[in-house]
Each structure stands twice: as C-alpha cells, then as structure tokens.
C-alpha cells in the first residue's frame, strides 16, 4: 500500500495564478482532510470531506476549494494564490470520526511558495 | 479558546541520554491526546493515542503520561538516536477527528 501521496511535492506560483493540488489514498478511507503548516503554528484544518461527494470547511478555508468526486481523491483548489498562502499543506485520511481512536494517516505534504 | 502548548520549543541532548517532552492543553470537549513524529520534509507519523482513562502508553522507546485531571502530558524517549531527531507534535482530538494541534518541540540528538 502507498498510503497517502501527494503532487506536486513542490511548486512556486506567482500572485494570482491557479492551481490545484492532488491527494490520492489507498486505505479505502472514508474522510479525508486538507491542512496546512506554518512556521511556528500547529497543523490547521482547511477543508475535509467525510465521504465521496461530500466536503466541509476547516478552520481556515478562506481562499481555498475542494472536490471529493472519487472516494480515493481529495483536491485543493488555489484559485488566485496569494503571498499568504504559502505554507506547507499536507492531506490525511482516516476511517469515520464515529470512533475518534482511529488514526488519521498524513501524505509526505507538498510545499507551495507564493512570490 | 481550545489551545495545545509544548514546551520546550527545541531541545539538544546527547546520543544515549533520556529525554522528556511536555504539553499542556486546553481544550473542551476531550476525546483522546495523540503524540506524532514529523520528520524533516515528511507528514506526521502517530507515536501513541490516548483516551482520558489511560495514564501511559507506551511504544518501543517512546512512553506518553496523560493527567486528565491537570490536562498535561508528556513524552518521554529513552536511549535516544540519532533517528529520533524530529518534531514531535502534541494533538488533542475533541471528538469526531477534529484535532487541535501543538506548535511541536524539535528536538536534535547530537552524537
């Protein structure tokens, strides 16, 4: 099993420009979740998506859009990238948050520069 | 405000020696306390999950402690490697996998 992977691993986007970033996961996971990392702060929740056509907002999704048309899919969507949003995002997976035991399984993350 | 503090923010030991992490949280509702491992450039990997009736758990050389009563917890590593040179990262689940993560403590363990 590959777990949970990531692409791009790396990108640079200027200001305004789009793109869209692609997390793919082979544990037959139900919810999926994007974050992101900064320095000097915890992992923060953008979006997450508790099943195939399904996705809800995190704690800072402004700025961001999601789609969860594959169960094994979950995509980030930038659609005019800002200096603010450069960070590190990782996706995770894990089974349903009925039982909040389960592990939640993070991808190798892709690093985003906004110039 | 649901918080997650760690202390210390970076911490250097020698190869062999012990050491303790320490976190402290705020936060309501609990549901269970996770420790992970986040190595440079790689995604948190999970250490240990505890709910509020365990006091510790253990993993190989890793030994969490929880006190529900006093909300802490810590991490304690024992005969360090070098391998062990990573974030760890203290995350409070509040039910439902929302999680509440720590700024982490990286630590460095020098030969």
């Known amino acids: 099993n590959a777990g949970v992977t990531q692409t791009p691993k790396f990108r640079v986007l200027k200001t305004g420009q789009s793109m869209t970033l692609l997390c793919a996961q082979d544990m037959n996971h139900e919810y999926m979740y994007w974050y992101r990392q900064d320095p000097g702060m915890g992992l923060r929740l953008i979006h997450y998506?508790?099943?195939?056509?399904?996705?809800a907002k995190g704690e800072v999704p402004d700025g961001y859009n999601v789609s969860r048309l594959k169960k094994q899919n979950f995509l980030l969507g930038l659609e005019s990238a800002a200096p603010s949003q450069t960070s590190v995002y990782f996706c995770?997976?894990?089974?349903?948050?009925?039982?909040?035991?389960?592990?939640?399984?993070f991808g190798p993350g892709t690093r985003l520069t906004v110039t | 405000k649901n918080q997650v503090e760690q202390s210390p923010q970076s911490l250097i030991i020698l190869e062999g020696k012990n050491c303790t992490l320490q976190?402290?949280?705020?936060?309501?509702?609990?549901?269970?306390l996770r420790w992970y491992k986040q190595d440079t450039g790689r995604g948190p990997v999970s250490l240990t999950i505890?709910?509020?009736?365990?006091n510790t758990k253990s993993n190989g050389r890793y030994t969490a402690t929880l006190d529900a009563d006093t909300k802490q917890s810590s991490l304690h590593i024992t005969a360090s490697q070098l391998s062990d040179s990573a974030s760890y990262i203290c995350?409070?689940?509040?039910?439902?996998?929302?999680?509440?993560f720590g700024t982490g403590t990286r630590l460095l363990v020098s030969p």
């Open positions: 995350v409070v689940n509040t039910g439902f996998q929302k999680l509440v």
């Open positions: 995770a997976s894990s089974y349903s948050g009925r039982q909040s035991s389960y592990e939640q399984y």
């Open positions: 976190c402290n949280y705020t936060v309501s509702p609990f549901s269970n």
């Open positions: 505890m709910t509020f009736s365990e």
């Open positions: 998506s508790v099943g195939e056509g399904t996705t």
